[in-house]
């Protein structure tokens, strides 16, 4: 008797995609029970007076779920249908509004829907400085803006603007950042100029150079404002994501011209304290703050060794200059670790009385 199934066996694809279909009603019947929940509890927040997003407990949800998958679905998709799944009950409690670097199709717009999902209610900024102010305003509950990249180091602009912002850093998305060259025209050929932000005509200056010498490298607000421009005219190329190509109609004329095939880029998320309070500890945290010390010998030795001497790991440290005309500097550093470990307690209480100038700009989780 041979054993292999006989053809009368296998289920029919059209039955297959019957079954299909009554699942697809199945999970839409129970996705519209969960999102009348989620009115309700919306209603509740709404007489508490509490906040409507909770990034932890959006981690706590998405991690409950994935302790019980079983498969055959990953982790990493069954994840991402949960955040858009959550994204979707918010909006229906109370719609969250994002400032982000525009116009659409920008990398910070990815970070956004990566952290909060695509049914938040995105408002495109032309530069870090309005992300910023519309944040502090209250016009908007949260932003986005990058504030380091793994080739390029910090983004500068956006440290300058923590100084003296009244916002904190909630969270961080760490984000694979691609840059592509984008045209009306699929060739490389007759290009005169190549349009993007600084920071991605740093991240591809060895390719530009080899590939595009004569090309003029302009700055533009953003990666897919130059997307924009090149849709305008032919002889011009712009660096920037798969998402702006189809935004604005543009051929990938090359792809992944960065420097480094791992380039990352940070985001923080930023809002008012009274939007979102510090979050609670995760396990896995980052603390950020920019700190002053006296131009005096020694200061930067005392700065370190509350940190040495409590067992708090320093995770990032850059100086940006104070512009008093006297060579003085504002350091700005990263702790691992929540103020609600003793240990971090104390050396941030230690550290404080060092400082001629002193201010914590978030604890957050540490984005993967």
Same mark, same amino acid.
């Given at each position: 008797m041979s054993s292999t199934t006989p053809p009368s066996a296998t289920p029919d694809l059209a039955d297959l995609r019957v079954k299909i279909d009554q699942i697809d009603q199945d999970l839409l019947a129970l996705l519209n029970r969960r999102a009348h929940v989620a009115e309700q509890v919306g209603e509740i927040k709404r007489r508490e007076g509490s906040p409507f997003f909770r990034p932890d407990r959006v981690a706590q949800v998405i991690e409950k779920i994935q302790q019980a998958n079983t498969g055959p679905l990953k982790n990493t998709h069954v994840a991402a249908v949960w955040r858009e799944i959550m994204s979707a009950c918010l909006?229906?409690?109370?719609?969250?509004?994002? @400032? !982000?670097?525009?116009?659409?199709?920008?990398?910070?717009?990815?970070?956004?829907?990566?952290?909060?999902?695509?049914?938040?209610?995105?408002?495109?900024?032309?530069?870090?400085?309005? !992300?910023?102010?519309?944040?502090?305003?209250?016009?908007?509950?949260?932003?986005?803006?990058?504030?380091?990249?793994?080739?390029?180091?910090?983004?500068?602009? &956006?440290?300058?603007?923590?100084?003296?912002?009244?916002?904190?850093?909630?969270?961080? !998305? &760490?984000?694979?950042?691609?840059?592509? %060259?984008?045209?009306?025209?699929?060739?490389?050929?007759? =290009?005169?100029? !190549?349009?993007?932000?600084?920071?991605?005509?740093?991240?591809?200056?060895?390719? #530009?150079?080899?590939?595009?010498?004569?090309?003029?490298? +302009?700055?533009?607000?953003?990666?897919?404002?130059?997307?924009? %421009?090149?849709?305008?005219?032919?002889?011009?190329?712009?660096?920037?994501?798969? +998402?702006?190509? &189809?935004?604005?109609? #543009?051929? =990938?004329? @090359?792809?992944?011209?960065?420097?480094?095939?791992?380039?990352?880029?940070?985001?923080?998320? =930023?809002? #008012?304290?009274?939007?979102?309070?510090t979050p609670p500890a995760s396990g896995k945290d980052c603390t950020s703050l920019v700190v002053s010390v006296p131009n005096k010998p020694g200061a930067m030795h005392d700065l370190l060794v509350p940190l040495k001497t409590n067992g708090v790991s320093m995770t990032r440290f850059e100086s940006r200059p104070a512009r008093t005309g006297q060579w003085d500097y504002y350091f700005y550093i990263d702790l691992d670790g929540h103020p609600s470990q003793p240990h971090v307690a104390k050396a941030l209480q230690e550290l404080r009385a060092l400082c001629a100038f002193y201010k914590v700009l978030g604890t957050y989780p540490v984005g993967s």
């Open positions: 909006a229906l409690e109370a719609p969250q509004r994002v @400032a !982000v670097l525009g116009p659409e199709g920008t990398f910070t717009e990815q970070a956004a829907i990566e952290f909060f999902g695509s049914a938040a209610e995105l408002l495109y900024c032309a530069n870090f400085d309005e !992300v910023f102010h519309t944040t502090a305003a209250g016009t908007v509950q949260y932003g986005v803006v990058a504030i380091e990249n793994s080739t390029e180091g910090v983004v500068a602009r &956006s440290l300058d603007l923590f100084l003296h912002s009244p916002v904190h850093v909630v969270g961080e !998305v &760490s984000l694979l950042v691609r840059h592509n %060259l984008l045209r009306q025209t699929n060739s490389r050929d007759n =290009i005169d100029v !190549v349009m993007a932000h600084p920071q991605a005509l740093a991240q591809c200056q060895a390719w #530009l150079t080899q590939h595009l010498p004569n090309a003029e490298r +302009r700055a533009v607000s953003s990666n897919a404002e130059g997307a924009r %421009l090149a849709a305008t005219n032919p002889s011009w190329a712009a660096l920037a994501s798969e +998402r702006a190509a &189809s935004q604005f109609g #543009l051929h =990938i004329v @090359a792809h992944a011209v960065q420097d480094d095939a791992y380039n990352r880029t940070r985001f923080a998320v =930023i809002c #008012l304290p009274q939007t979102l309070a």
